[in-house]
Every structure is written in structure tokens, then in C-alpha cells.
């Protein structure tokens, strides 16, 4: 199975705040890469696919990169509604795996 | 409205059956693989099974094979997960997932239900 690494494990960022989580794949996964955010007691939403394909309705300020093994997601300037975990998961495989989630918190 | 709408959850003894459904609307369902995922309480995501836009593949865990089997029925527009053998630490919550493409590969997840609680416990 593919195994997905997100870091760091959490974040404290403040309002305003530029934000990158990574996400590094056990093994080449080419840009078979997608990020969620959920909310507590919420359903996750996708924010961006295929690396860096912003999902229709999702704020610019998202951004994705990387390929092959290596993946970022960058929030260009935190807002309050973007406190929530955020997951990596690969598609290459048929077997799909999320990385363990990295949780944005207030500082 | 565009939507997947679960049920079938609850509590249930150890090595016991319980039938998920997912109701789906407001798209052609007959044209999507679906999957199921879930989040044990506290914890990450963890995708369960997928099947494809037509039924004829699926695709589970490795902790679930043998023990869960997921459909699907197009005159319904609804997808299934029965699952046999439950144990703990099969306690989450589950959703539905909608993939982008029929195929079960290389798509993403871009809608999901708002999950319904398996809860595994004597």
C-alpha cells in the first residue's frame, strides 16, 4: 500500500498567516494527489485535485503543488473559517490512503 | 439537489451485521464509482471499499475484505455496505463518497454524505 505523510502533525497559525502543510507519498504517485478540509462533526470537502486543481467555489488563497512524491498545500493568508484539519489522498493506486490529517489552530 | 444522504447505522454487538445505504440525488449515480470511508472517533479518514460506476469491480481494505461487500442498485440510486464479522475497532463513522470519474482510479472525492455512526460494543 501507498503510505502518506503529512507535516507537521498540527499547526498554530494566526489570522493572516501564510500556511504550508506537506504530504510525501511512500512512492511515486505522479499528481494523483488530492486535499480535503473537514470541520468538526462536518463531512471533509474537497479543496484541490490532481495536486493543483482548485475545486470549483474553493477561495484562492488555496493553492497545491508538488508531483511524483512531494506535495504542498499553502493557504495564502489564514481566515477564521479556515481552522480545520486538512487531509492529503493519493489516487494512484486502487488501495486510496489519506495522510493522518493536520490540524490548523488558533494561536 | 445535489446530495448523499446515509442511514443504517448504530449500535451493534461484536461479530454482528448491520446494512449502511446512501441515497443519492440529484446527479446520474449510474455514471460514478462510489466508495465508502470512514473516521473512527478522533482519528483520521480511512477509505473501506469502492465499486465502479457499473458494479462489475470492487475494491476493499485490507481489514474489511472478506468481512464487508459493497453494491450498488441504479434503479434505486443507492449504495450499500453490508457488513458481516464486525468487530471494535470497526466502530467510526462511515460516509459515502461520490468519485469523479466511473473507473475506480485516479479520481477524487468531490461529494460526500454527512456520515452515519457504526458503533460496535457489547
Known amino acids: 500500500d501507498i503510505q502518506m505523510t503529512q507535516s507537521p502533525s498540527s499547526l498554530s497559525a494566526s489570522v493572516g498567516d501564510r500556511v504550508t502543510i506537506t504530504c510525501r507519498a511512500s512512492q511515486g504517485i505522479s499528481t494523483y494527489l488530492n486535499w480535503y478540509q473537514q470541520k468538526p462533526g462536518k463531512a471533509p470537502k474537497l479543496l484541490i485535485y490532481a495536486a493543483s486543481i482548485l475545486q470549483s467555489g474553493v477561495p484562492s488563497r488555496f493553492s497545491g503543488s508538488g508531483s511524483g512524491t512531494d506535495f504542498t498545500l499553502t493557504i495564502s493568508s489564514l481566515q477564521p473559517e479556515d481552522f480545520a484539519t486538512y487531509y492529503c489522498?493519493?489516487?494512484?493506486?486502487?488501495?486510496?490512503?489519506f495522510g493522518q490529517g493536520t490540524p490548523v489552530e488558533i494561536k | 439537489e445535489v446530495q448523499l444522504l446515509e442511514s443504517g447505522g448504530g449500535l451493534v454487538q461484536p461479530g454482528g451485521s448491520l446494512r449502511l445505504s446512501c441515497a443519492a440525488s440529484g446527479f446520474t449515480f449510474s455514471s460514478y464509482a462510489m466508495s465508502w470511508v470512514r473516521q473512527a472517533p478522533g482519528k483520521g479518514l480511512e477509505w473501506v471499499s469502492a465499486?465502479?460506476?457499473?458494479?462489475?469491480?470492487?475494491y476493499y481494505v485490507d481489514s474489511v475484505k472478506g468481512r464487508f461487500t459493497i453494491s450498488r442498485d441504479s434503479f434505486k440510486n443507492t449504495l450499500y455496505l453490508q457488513m458481516n464479522s464486525l468487530r471494535a475497532e470497526d466502530t467510526a463513522v462511515y460516509y459515502c463518497?461520490?468519485?469523479?470519474?466511473?473507473?475506480?482510479?485516479?479520481?477524487?472525492?468531490?461529494?460526500w454524505g454527512r456520515g452515519t455512526l457504526v458503533t460496535v460494543s457489547s
Open positions: 489522498q493519493q489516487s494512484y493506486s486502487t488501495l486510496w490512503t
Open positions: 465499486i465502479s460506476d457499473g458494479g462489475g469491480s470492487t
Open positions: 463518497a461520490k468519485d469523479s470519474y466511473r473507473a475506480v482510479a485516479g479520481g477524487y472525492f468531490d461529494l
